[in-house]
């Protein structure tokens, strides 16, 4: 169900009766507490809104619900309240500080005019600066410091500049504001794993707990007797020969995911069967380069993402992802999901559900590319092995669903109403 803000409906034309409809939404429709989420979009294609979708669905049978966002897909609407915050095209700073600006006027006037109140505002990441609940999934202090040389203007050719400084300029005010509401310890903070809690500690200097809560899977769609069903259409849609190992990647920045690693590691393999199924949305040019030179350009292919991405882990034999650095992959638990052998690297915050040699194998260096190469060659010649590290997998990610994540993620929140709710009331004792 959508509401447009007022404050920013001028350039819609809708007649007094929606008007009215609108209004009327907007009025208190039960007594659970009131949960305002404050998120730019929601979908279930891109991780960190994925997961708030998941959540928010989840948790709207307890709470409710109102979503302050530019734009929401893939959700069930029927019991959430969303209230449109337009944001302008423009450059990505631009687009953040107004949305920023945008969110807080609107949650204003519906709270002063309205009487929407709330018991409790959640954000992923820093979206506004009253929340009492942040999901942090990427700590900004972080990763500036890992592109720190990318973005160094000698290093770059001068058309590039406007750009670098762009990105520099968005990643320092997004640091301050990390920092300025990651040190607040009325602020409940929840990190996607130890990992990305570790590093609000290290670069945010937060000085209270923070939560550690994994994302969740959805085993309905992500298991593997669903795998079973689907691998002989998904292997002759893609054209695989059926005595052909497929290794699976997926995600959206490759570099990132250790794509140049894990090509490095199936050229040292030189295995004619070898099929390397590479699947997000980036661009190939620069890895074709690398696969002609390793010669393997015939048994590597780029694909984009499906909205079925269950299609792709049914065609795979094996799932690859040795990440340079990934609060939590969700790619990774989705193929275990589905009973798939997973490497990935100590890198990805995911890699603390592995057991390394029972449900996973986990590189502790991601440029390891021999020691991947050994593993990528024992699962393609190891059957067994492979089938049980599979079933042991798919074991242990059934142990992660949305339900649990949202469950953990309501205990969360919970604390910050409370915690709100005492705060409130003595204020107006006083």
């Not at 939404?25 to 989420?37: A, F």
């Not at 404050?38 to 669905?57: W, Y």
């Not at 769609?221 to 005595?243: H, I, Q, W, Y």
Request: with cysteine; aromatic share 8%; charged share 25%.
């Amino acid at each position: 169900m959508e509401t447009n803000c007022s404050c920013w409906a001028a350039d819609d034309v809708v007649s007094s009766t929606q008007k009215r409809q609108d209004y009327s939404v907007m009025q208190p429709q039960s007594n659970k507490p009131r949960l305002i989420v404050v998120s730019p979009f929601l979908d279930k294609r891109h991780g960190t809104e994925r997961c708030v979708a998941e959540q928010v669905e989840r948790l709207s049978n307890e709470y409710e619900v109102h979503l302050y966002s530019e734009r929401v897909e893939d959700m069930d609407l029927s019991k959430i309240k969303w209230h449109r915050v337009p944001v302008p095209p423009g450059p990505h700073v631009f687009r953040y500080l107004w949305w920023l600006l945008a969110n807080h006027i609107c949650r204003w006037i519906d709270c002063r005019l309205r009487g929407l109140h709330p018991d409790v505002v959640y954000s992923p990441g820093v979206n506004c600066v009253d929340a009492d609940v942040i999901a942090v999934h990427i700590v900004f202090a972080e990763f500036q410091e890992q592109v720190s040389r990318e973005l160094k203007l000698r290093r770059n050719p001068l058309r590039s500049w406007p750009v670098l400084l762009h990105r520099r300029m968005y990643y320092r005010l997004c640091e301050f504001l990390e920092r300025r509401a990651y040190r607040n310890d009325r602020v409940v903070l929840v990190a996607v794993s130890e990992k990305t809690a570790r590093a609000v500690v290290n670069f945010c200097g937060r000085k209270g707990p923070v939560d550690v809560v994994y994302n969740g899977l959805n085993t309905e769609r992500f298991n593997p007797c669903r795998r079973v069903a689907m691998r002989a259409s998904a292997r002759a849609t893609l054209g695989l020969p059926e005595d052909a190992f497929v290794v699976l990647l997926v995600g959206n920045d490759w570099k990132k995911k250790g794509l140049p690693h894990l090509l490095e590691a199936a050229g040292r393999l030189g295995d004619p069967h070898l099929r390397l199924l590479v699947v997000g949305r980036d661009t190939a040019a620069p890895y074709r380069e690398i696969v002609g030179r390793l010669g393997i350009a015939g048994q590597v292919s780029f694909l984009p993402l499906r909205p079925d991405v269950e299609f792709y882990y049914a065609a795979a034999d094996a799932y690859a992802g040795p990440s340079l650095d990934d609060s939590f992959a969700l790619p990774p638990a989705e193929a275990m999901a589905c009973g798939l052998p997973v490497i990935t690297s100590r890198c990805n915050g995911g890699s603390a559900i592995i057991h390394h040699g029972t449900d996973g194998l986990i590189l502790e260096d991601p440029s390891d590319t021999k020691t991947l190469s050994e593993w990528l060659a024992r699962l393609a010649n190891d059957a067994d092995w492979r089938s049980l590290l599979g079933e042991a997998a798919a074991r242990t990610a059934a142990e992660y669903t949305w339900e649990r994540n949202a469950s953990h993620m309501r205990d969360a929140i919970e604390r910050a109403r409370i915690a709100r709710q005492k705060t409130t009331s003595g204020a107006r004792s006083e």
